[in-house]
C-alpha cells in the first residue's frame, strides 16, 4: 500500500529525471558525432524544441483528463486535420470577404468550434450508448478523416494569411507564439486537474467508477465535457500549427493519437485511469521530442528514432508495472 | 457412508488476514457419497475456506487431508489432480469455444507435432456428457448454452479426474426450478458413485432436501456439524447467527418526530414484492433478514440506483420519484452501501477528498475548490466521528475498515441528510470498532436523523433498531417493535415461518 501512495511522486520524478538524462546524453553525445558545429543545448535549439512540442503538447494535455477518467480518444488526429481545413479554407469563403484581417478571429472560431463539436459527438455517443470509448473514437477516427477527404479530395487545402504568419512565427520574450499556446494551456489544464471540482471528479470516476456515482457525480456530463475539451485542445494544436504553415494535406495529423498516447502514458498516466498528472504529461511531451531532436542531431533516421521511442515506452511501461504490482499475492494471470 | 475414511478431512484450519481471523480452528470430515452442506452468513469464513482447499490461500495452521494423505494444496489445478474440484458460483468458462474445448482446457488430448486429436477429444467428451443426461454435445459453442447447461460444463469438466470430493458453490443461484431438479439429479449420480460433495448455499429448503450433514461456520469459527434429518430451518439458523446475545440496548431516549420517509406497496419485480415501511426522524428502522432477502435491494431503489416495478416513496409527505443517486442525494437521502471499498470510496484518494466527494461543488471559491473549506469539514467530523488517520492527506486505502466506515459515514453526515441508510455497517469491521459504530448510529438518532439499517447479524439488528423489519425472500414478513421483538420470533420471521406462532 505504501508504494500505492508513493507511485505518483515517483512516476512524475522518474519522467523528469529521464528529461535531463536525455539533455545530458545528447549534449555529451553531440560533441562526438554531431556533424554540426552547435552544441545540442544552443538556446535556439531548445526554443525551436519547445515550439515543436507545441502540437503534440496541446493534445496530451487533453487526453490525460480522458485517460485519467479511464477513456481514451483515438480521434484527435483526424479532428486535428478537419479542424485545419475548415481554418484555413473559411478564409478565402465569399462571405467573409469583407473582413479582411478580421477574418482571422472568425476562421480561428470556426475551428475551435469543429473541435468542440466534433468532441461532444465522440462524447454523447460514449455517454448515451456505453460503448467503450476506445471503440467510438476508433470508428470517428475513420469518419472524421473521411469528412477531411470528402472536403478536398486527395489535394491540400492552403491559405497563405501573412498577418496570420507573423504572428504564428513572432517571439514574446524569446517564446514562440507556439510555445506560449503550450505554456498557457498546461497552466489551465494543471489548475484545472488539482484545483477545480471538476478535476477532482475526473479522478475519482477513474479510480472508482461506481464509489463516484454513489457520491451523485453525473457521470455522463461529466465524460461529455471531457471529451469536448479534448476536442477544442486539438483544434486549437490544429489552429496553431496551421496559421504559420497555411497548407494542410488531408493526411496530416495521422498517428498523432498515438503520439499523444505515448506522451502521457510516459508521463504516468495510467491506461486504466484515476492516475495521472499535467505536470508528467509535459515532461513526457518533452522526452519524446527530445529524443526526436537528440538522435537527429547525432545523427540518427527517422527510422531508428521510431525504434529508440517505441523500445523506451515498453521498457516504461515494464517498469511501471514492476511498481504497481501490490507483492506477491496478485493473481498470476 | 459404509466407507469409514473420509473423502476429505480438515483439520483445525487456522487462517489471519491483517486484523481479521478469517478462519480460526475449522475441522470437518467430508464421506464419501455424503452431501455436506457448508452454511454461514456472508463473511462467516466460507469463501475463505474454499480458497484455503483451492491452494490459492495458504493455512496458518491446520491440515487439509485427502483419503487420509496430508496435502498441500499450492493450486485449483494441482487440487483438481489430488480429486478436489470445485463447481463455482460465477462460471469461468470460454464461450467462444466448445463444450469440449472447455472441458479439457488445458489439458487437450494431442497427437504427433502438437496437433489437437480432436476424434479422441470429442470422444471423451461425448462419454462424459452422456452420464450426465445433457440435451447438447461436444461441439456445441458454449456460449450458446444456457446458465444451467454451462453449469453442467463446469461438472463434466470435475468428471474428467478421479474426484474425491466437489465442491458446489451457491450452485443453484442462477438457475430455473426445472434446472434444479437436474442439477440434483447429477448431485444424487455423484453421490451413489462415492464422491463426498461439498454443498454451500443459503437456500435453506435445497439444504433439506438434499443433503446429509450441515456444518456450520460464524465469523470463521466452526460452529458444528448437524445430521440434516435431526435439525430444522430454526436449528440451523440459529448455528449460524449465534444465541447467547447479550447486548443490552444503549440506554438512549428520545423523542421520536414526523415520518421522514414513507414506502408504499413498493416492488422491483421478482428482487422484491409490496414493501411497505415508514421511518421517523429520531428513529432507527433496523431491516433484518438472511442473504438474498432483498434488503439492499430496497436501499438502491431508495438511492436511485433501481427503478421500482411498482409503489411509491414519499418524503416528508411528498411522493418523489429518484431516478439516480444525484437525486437521491439532493433530496437528503444518503446512502452507506454494503461495499465500502467498491462502492463506497474512491480508495486511491485521500481522506479529505473522500470524505467531501459529494459536496465539493458547493466547496468552491470562483472557479477553485476551496480547500480550507474542505479540510475544515474532515477536521470537524475526524473529531466528532473519532476518526484515526494521521492527516486528511493519508490515502484511505491504508485506513483500517472501522476508521474508512466513519469516513463514509462522515462523508454524509457532513451533507445532513434527511434519511441516512446504513448497509451492513459493521461488515469486515474488528470488534472494537464496531461497538463504536453501533453508539455512532443510536446517537445520530438521537440528534434527529431517520436511520435504516440494514444487517445480516442479529445482536447488530437488535441493538441498534427501535423497530425491525424482518424479510424473507422479497417479502416484509413482520415489522416488530423493540418491546415484541424476541430472537426467536425474530428467526422464525426471517426462516419464513409466520403461520404457527410455535415451532413444530
Keep these: 500500500m505504501q508504494t500505492g501512495k508513493m507511485t505518483p511522486y515517483i512516476k512524475t520524478g522518474a519522467i523528469w529525471a529521464f528529461v535531463v538524462l536525455e539533455l545530458i546524453f545528447f549534449s555529451v553525445a553531440g560533441e562526438f558525432m554531431s556533424l554540426s558545429d552547435k552544441a545540442f543545448m544552443d538556446g535556439d535549439n531548445m526554443l525551436l524544441l519547445l515550439k515543436q512540442s507545441a502540437p503534440i503538447g496541446i493534445i496530451a494535455m487533453g487526453m490525460t483528463i480522458i485517460m485519467v477518467n479511464g477513456n481514451i480518444d483515438l480521434s484527435v488526429g483526424a479532428i486535428f486535420a478537419l479542424a485545419a481545413v475548415v481554418l484555413l479554407d473559411s478564409m478565402s469563403w465569399a462571405a467573409f470577404a469583407g473582413l479582411g484581417d478580421w477574418v482571422i478571429p472568425v476562421s480561428w472560431a470556426l475551428a475551435l468550434l469543429t473541435g468542440i463539436v466534433l468532441g461532444a459527438i465522440n462524447g454523447l455517443i460514449v455517454w448515451k450508448t456505453g460503448v467503450d470509448a476506445f471503440i467510438v473514437t476508433l470508428g470517428s477516427m475513420l469518419g472524421f478523416r473521411g469528412l477531411v477527404f470528402m472536403y478536398n479530395g486527395e489535394n491540400p487545402t492552403s491559405e497563405l494569411n501573412w498577418t496570420l504568419v507573423d504572428f504564428a512565427e513572432a517571439q514574446f520574450l524569446g517564446l514562440h507564439t507556439a510555445t506560449w499556446f503550450l505554456a498557457i494551456v498546461t497552466i489551465i489544464m494543471w489548475y484545472v486537474m488539482t484545483r477545480t471540482v471538476h478535476g477532482r471528479n475526473a479522478y475519482a470516476i477513474g479510480n472508482n467508477r461506481e464509489a463516484a456515482v454513489n457520491a451523485g457525480i453525473r457521470v455522463g456530463p461529466h465524460i461529455l465535457i471531457n471529451f469536448m475539451i479534448i476536442g477544442f485542445l486539438a483544434a486549437l494544436s490544429a489552429v496553431v500549427f496551421y496559421s504559420e504553415s497555411g497548407s494542410v494535406n488531408p493526411n496530416d495529423g495521422q498517428l498523432y493519437e498515438l503520439w499523444v498516447i505515448t506522451a502521457v502514458v510516459l508521463g504516468g498516466t495510467k491506461l486504466t485511469g484515476g492516475a495521472g498528472s499535467i505536470v508528467g504529461t509535459l515532461g513526457g511531451v518533452l522526452a519524446i521530442q527530445l529524443l526526436r531532436k537528440g538522435l537527429g542531431h547525432i545523427g540518427a533516421d527517422t527510422e531508428t528514432v521510431n525504434l529508440v521511442i517505441g523500445l523506451i515506452l515498453i521498457a516504461v511501461l515494464f517498469l511501471d508495472r514492476q511498481l504497481n504490482r501490490k507483492g506477491k499475492e496478485e493473481l498470476k494471470t | ?504
Design chain 2, 1 to 504: 457412508m459404509t466407507d469409514q475414511t473420509p473423502a476429505l478431512r480438515l483439520e483445525g484450519i487456522v487462517k489471519t488476514f491483517p486484523g481479521v481471523r478469517a478462519l480460526d480452528g475449522v475441522s470437518f470430515a467430508v464421506m464419501p457419497g455424503e452431501v455436506h452442506a457448508l452454511m454461514g452468513e456472508n463473511g462467516a469464513g466460507k469463501s475463505t475456506l474454499m480458497k484455503v482447499l483451492g491452494g490459492i490461500h495458504q493455512p496458518d495452521e491446520g491440515q487439509i487431508i485427502v483419503s487420509e494423505v496430508p496435502t498441500v494444496m499450492t493450486s485449483p489445478l494441482q487440487a483438481k489432480s489430488k480429486g478436489i474440484v470445485f463447481i463455482h458460483q460465477e462460471l469461468s468458462l470460454a464461450e467462444e469455444l466448445s463444450v469440449a474445448e472447455n472441458i479439457y482446457l488445458g489439458e487437450l488430448p494431442l497427437k504427433s507435432f502438437g496437433r489437437v486429436d480432436w476424434s479422441k477429444l470429442y470422444a471423451q467428451t461425448d462419454a462424459i456428457l452422456e452420464k450426465l443426461k445433457v440435451g447438447f454435445n461436444a461441439k456445441t459453442r458454449v456460449g450458446d448454452l444456457s446458465i444451467a447447461n454451462q453449469q453442467m460444463v463446469e461438472i463434466a469438466r470435475a468428471l474428467t479426474v478421479e474426484a474425491k470430493a466437489v465442491i458446489f458453490d451457491e450452485p443453484t443461484a442462477s438457475l430455473t426450478d426445472a434446472e434444479k431438479v437436474v442439477l440434483f439429479d447429477v448431485i444424487a449420480d455423484l453421490k451413489s458413485n462415492g464422491v463426498g460433495i461439498i454443498y454451500i448455499s443459503h437456500r435453506m429448503e435445497e439444504i433439506f432436501k438434499i443433503t446429509d450433514r450441515i456444518s456450520v461456520l460464524r465469523d470463521g469459527q466452526y460452529q458444528g456439524t448437524v445430521v440434516t434429518a435431526e435439525t430444522n430451518e430454526e436449528g440451523v439458523t440459529q448455528m449460524m447467527i449465534g444465541r447467547k446475545l447479550d447486548l443490552s440496548r444503549a440506554a438512549v431516549t428520545h423523542d421520536v418526530g414526523d415520518i421522514a420517509l414513507e414506502v408504499r406497496d413498493l416492488s422491483c419485480g421478482q428482487l422484491y414484492q409490496d414493501v411497505s415501511f415508514q421511518v421517523r426522524r429520531g428513529e432507527v428502522l433496523g431491516f433484518y433478514g438472511l442473504v438474498g432477502a432483498g434488503r439492499t435491494e430496497i436501499a438502491e431503489t431508495l438511492f436511485g440506483l433501481r427503478n421500482p416495478s411498482a409503489g411509491t416513496i414519499h418524503l416528508d409527505g411528498n411522493e418523489v420519484r429518484i431516478n439516480s443517486p444525484a437525486d437521491a442525494i439532493e433530496m437528503g437521502i444518503s446512502l452507506v452501501p454494503e461495499d465500502r471499498k467498491g462502492q463506497g470510496l474512491v480508495l486511491g484518494m485521500n481522506c479529505r477528498d473522500n470524505m467531501t466527494l459529494p459536496q465539493v461543488s458547493d466547496l468552491t471559491a470562483g472557479p477553485f475548490v476551496a480547500e480550507g473549506a474542505e479540510i475544515a469539514i474532515f477536521d470537524q467530523y475526524r473529531d466528532k466521528l473519532d476518526i484515526r488517520t494521521p492527516g486528511w492527506k493519508q490515502t484511505v486505502g491504508n485506513l483500517s475498515g472501522g476508521n474508512q466506515q466513519k469516513i463514509v459515514i462522515g462523508k454524509w453526515l457532513s451533507m445532513h441528510p434527511n434519511v441516512l441508510i446504513v448497509d451492513e455497517p459493521t461488515r469486515g469491521i474488528d470488534v472494537g470498532s464496531k461497538s463504536e459504530i453501533h453508539n455512532l448510529i443510536r446517537e445520530l438518532a438521537a440528534q434527529g436523523y431517520a436511520v435504516i439499517v440494514i444487517s445480516s447479524e442479529m445482536p447488530e439488528v437488535l441493538h441498534v433498531s427501535d423497530r425491525i423489519v424482518a424479510m424473507y425472500s422479497g417479502k416484509v414478513m413482520r415489522t416488530f417493535t423493540s418491546e415484541e421483538v424476541t430472537e426467536d420470533n425474530l428467526i422464525q420471521a426471517i426462516s419464513g415461518i409466520t403461520a404457527a406462532p410455535k415451532v413444530a
